[in-house]
C-alpha cells in the first residue's frame, strides 16, 4: 500500500508511530486507550501522547473532508467544536471506502456522552441542565451560519460548568456553512431532524435497558426545541425605547454577557418621526466570561467556570481595594492567578483521591465558601472555607455523586 497523506497541524505529534497503512480498527498499539464515547456510524480510537490525548475517525473521502472543513472553520469563528488537528488520506484506498481518510482531533477533557449522563443516578437533577445546554449549543450554530444537518445527542460531548453544562460538536461531516446566515425554514428543518434523532436515541435507550418503548422519554426533542425557540426569540427580539430610555440597551446588552453571549453589533432605527427608537442587537458567540478571564489572567475554562472564577477574582480586587484602571486591574489579575488561584488549585490537585477536573473543583470551593459565608452572616475567607470543604469530603454539584 502507498504511504497516506499525513497533513498535521503545528503543535501536536507527527502521529508518525502508528499503522496508517491498515484501518483502525485493526491497530494493536500501545498507545491505544479504552475512553468512553457516544455511538457513531463510524470507527473511532483514541489514542494518548505527551501532548495529549486525541481522537482518530475513519470514514469515507467527502464527508471526512467536510468534517475538517467544517471544524477547521468553526475555529476561525470561536465556534463550539472539537479541534481539528490531523488529517489522513489513503491515496490506494477508494475514497468511497469506510477507512479510506481518518480526521484526527483533540479529545476534550472531562467531557462524557450523553448516555453516561442519562443513564447515571443524577440524571433527573440535571435534565433540565442537559436540555437547556444542547438548546444553547444548537442556537449558537444558527447564530455563526452553520446548519447542522444531523443534529442529535450523539454528536455532542457534553462537561460539568460549574452549577451547568456546557456542550461542545464533535461531529460535522453533515454541517453546511452558510455565509448569509439561516433562514427560518433552514432552522426549523434542523430542529426537525433533531426532533427525530433525539427520539431515536431514547428508543435506543429504552431498549438496551428492556423497556417497553412507551416509556421512553420520547418528547425529549419537542422540549429541546421548546427551549431553543424561547432562547433565540430572546437574543432576537426588538424592542422599543424612548429617547430618554437609551440605558436599556446597555441593560439588555449587560442581560445577554450574564447569558455567556458577546454582542457584537447594536441596530438602532428612529420611529414615529423620533420620538421613539427601535433597538435590535446582533448577537456573537457563548463566550463572554471566559474571554475576559482569559483576557485579563491567561486561564482557559469553560463559560460558566469563567463566570464563577471572576467572580473571585473581583471579590479579590476588592478586598485588595486594587487601582481601577486598566493598568491596575492587569496587575491585580496577576497578583491573584500567582498568590491565590494557582496555590488553591495546586492543594486541590494534592487532595485524595485525585481530583479529576481541578478547575471546576475549584468552582466547587468557591460555592461552599459562599454558602458558609451567606449562613455566618460575614466573609469566612479561604482558609476556614478551604478546610471545611475538604473536611466534608469537598461538596459539589458533580453529575454522577
Known amino acids: 500500500m502507498a504511504t497516506p497523506s499525513i497533513t498535521i497541524r503545528p503543535g501536536h505529534p507527527d ?31 483514541f489514542v494518548g501522547y505527551d501532548e ?27 465556534g463550539p467544536s472539537v479541534m481539528a488537528v490531523g488529517y489522513v488520506v489513503r491515496e490506494s484506498v477508494d475514497p468511497g471506502e469506510e477507512w479510506s ?7 476534550l477533557d472531562h467531557s462524557f456522552s450523553y448516555r453516561e449522563l442519562l443513564q447515571g443516578p443524577g440524571f433527573g437533577r440535571r435534565r433540565d441542565q442537559m436540555l437547556d445546554a444542547f438548546a444553547a449549543l444548537l442556537t449558537e450554530l444558527h447564530i455563526i451560519g452553520l ?7 450523539s454528536n455532542v460531548l457534553y462537561q460539568y460548568d460549574a452549577d451547568a453544562i456546557a456542550t461542545t460538536l464533535v461531529d460535522t461531516e453533515t454541517a453546511e456553512v452558510r455565509e448569509h446566515g439561516l ?27 428492556g423497556k417497553d418503548i412507551d416509556e421512553a422519554d420520547l418528547a425529549l426533542g419537542e ?37 455567556g453571549y458577546e454582542v457584537d453589533d ?39 467556570q469563567a463566570r464563577d472564577i471572576l467572580g473571585d477574582l473581583h471579590y479579590y480586587l476588592a478586598q485588595q481595594e486594587t487601582d481601577q484602571t486598566a493598568s491596575g486591574k492587569a496587575v491585580g489579575a496577576i497578583r491573584w492567578r500567582v498568590g491565590v488561584f494557582e496555590p488553591l488549585l495546586e492543594q486541590i490537585r494534592s487532595l485524595p483521591p485525585n481530583v479529576e477536573d481541578p478547575v471546576q473543583a475549584y468552582t466547587d470551593f468557591l ?35
Not at 495529549?52 to 470561536?78: C, F, H, M, Q
Not at 446548519?147 to 445527542?153: A, F, I, K, N
Not at 421548546?226 to 439588555?252: F, N, S, V
Not at 478571564?293 to 469553560?302: D, K, Y
Open 15 to 45: 502521529f508518525l508511530d502508528l499503522d496508517w497503512t491498515t484501518s483502525i480498527r485493526d491497530w494493536d498499539h500501545p498507545r491505544l486507550m479504552d475512553l468512553p464515547k457516544g455511538i457513531s456510524r463510524h470507527e473511532v480510537r
Open 52 to 78: 495529549g490525548i486525541y481522537a482518530i475517525k475513519e470514514l469515507p473521502r467527502n464527508p471526512a473532508r467536510a468534517e475538517w472543513d467544517n471544524l477547521r472553520w468553526l475555529e476561525s469563528v470561536n
Open 101 to 107: 481518510t481518518a480526521v484526527i482531533t483533540r479529545y
Open 147 to 153: 446548519y447542522w444537518g444531523d443534529c442529535s445527542l
Open 183 to 209: 433562514t427560518e425554514g433552514q432552522r426549523e428543518m434542523d430542529l426537525d431532524v433533531m426532533i427525530t434523532n433525539v427520539a431515536g436515541g431514547m428508543a435506543d435507550i429504552a431498549a438496551a435497558a
Open 223 to 259: 422540549d429541546i426545541a421548546g427551549r431553543y425557540r424561547a432562547l433565540w426569540e430572546e437574543l432576537h427580539r426588538p424592542e422599543h425605547i424612548g429617547q430618554d430610555e437609551r440605558y436599556r440597551i446597555t441593560q439588555r446588552i449587560r442581560a445577554l454577557n450574564e447569558l
Open 266 to 304: 447594536v441596530a438602532l432605527a428612529s420611529e414615529d418621526d423620533g420620538a421613539q427608537f427601535r433597538f435590535t442587537l446582533r448577537v456573537g458567540s457563548r463566550r463572554y466570561h471566559r474571554n475576559q478571564l482569559q483576557e485579563l489572567t491567561g486561564i482557559w475554562t469553560s463559560e460558566k
Open 367 to 401: 460555592h461552599h465558601r459562599f454558602v458558609m459565608s451567606q449562613d455566618a452572616g460575614r466573609d469566612v475567607g479561604n482558609d476556614v472555607a478551604f478546610a471545611d470543604w475538604v473536611e466534608r469530603g469537598q461538596p459539589g454539584l458533580g453529575l454522577f455523586t
